[in-house]
T-cell receptor, first 108, second 117 residues
Framework: LAKTTQPISMDSYEGQEVNITCSHNNIATNDYITWYQQFPSQGPRFIIQGYKTKVTNEVASLFIPADRKSSTLSLPRVSLSDTAVYYCLAHNTDKLIFGTGTRLQVFP | DTGVSQNPRHKITKRGQNVTFRCDPISEHNRLYWYRQTLGQGPEFLTYFQNEAQLEKSRLLSDRFSAERPKGSFSTLEIQRTEQGDSAMYLC???????????????FGEGSWLTVV
């Protein structure tokens, strides 16, 4: 299972775009990259998953460069309700190994 | 609401007592997982089931912990002789998986908080 490294915390303001970068230098060929969001006292919520290039859904975009050694979660126009912990995982099985995540604080 | 239901949501128990948590996964999901999360940390894998078979157990799952999924549907996690160090949020998750290859979305429940006093 690839180890991931992401910033411990980030601050932003409402309406701004937030980009959280995750490093996974030893990612395996068959690893996928998955991001989860977690609010206090709740379970993690799936945000987005990708293998390479760019993936976009209704809540976020995921950018993965060709070498796949990093990935960037992009949240457009964040609101106060996006304040949460965001986890990046690189995995090729359903056994997920979570790090401590990035604590995003959105200010008014 | 992801469709994974956990009960109870909160449990306060005295040290030495037994507690049991129940998880109802998303219907027809064949894989069910248990995780534990303490304050400030990410979830830690405990065990998982493929249908009714328990396929893997973490070293975190001491002999006081037992998990079952008798009919391949709901699951229970029992902690015997609870200790204060067992205080945590216990998360259940489920997925529909064919061969265990990545790309399957794993859905988590809201968690069951355990406080051992």
């Amino acid at each position: 299972l690839a180890k991931t490294t992401q910033p411990i915390s980030m601050d932003s303001y409402e309406g701004q775009e937030v980009n959280i970068t995750c490093s996974h230098n030893n990612i395996a060929t068959n690893d996928y990259i998955t991001w989860y969001q977690q609010f206090p006292s709740q379970g993690p919520r799936f945000i987005i998953q990708g293998y390479k290039t760019k993936v976009t859904n209704e809540v976020a975009s995921l950018f993965i460069p060709a070498d796949r050694k990093s990935s960037t979660l992009s949240l457009p126009r964040v609101s106060l309700s996006d304040t949460a912990v965001y986890y990046c995982l690189a995995h090729n099985t359903d056994k997920l190994i979570f790090g401590t995540g990035t604590r995003l604080q959105v200010f008014p | 609401d992801t469709g994974v239901s956990q009960n109870p949501r909160h449990k306060i128990t005295k040290r030495g007592q037994n507690v049991t948590f129940r998880c109802d996964p998303i219907s027809e999901h064949n894989r069910l997982y248990w995780y534990r999360q303490t304050l400030g940390q990410g979830p830690e894998f405990l065990t998982y089931f493929q249908n009714e078979a328990q396929l893997e157990k973490s070293r975190l799952l001491s002999d006081r912990f037992s998990a079952e999924r008798p009919k391949g549907s709901f699951s229970t996690l029992e902690i015997q002789r609870t200790e204060q160090g067992d205080s945590a949020m216990y998360l259940c998750a489920s997925s529909l998986t064919g061969t265990g290859i990545s790309g399957n979305t794993i859905y988590f429940g809201e968690g069951s908080w355990l406080t051992v006093v």
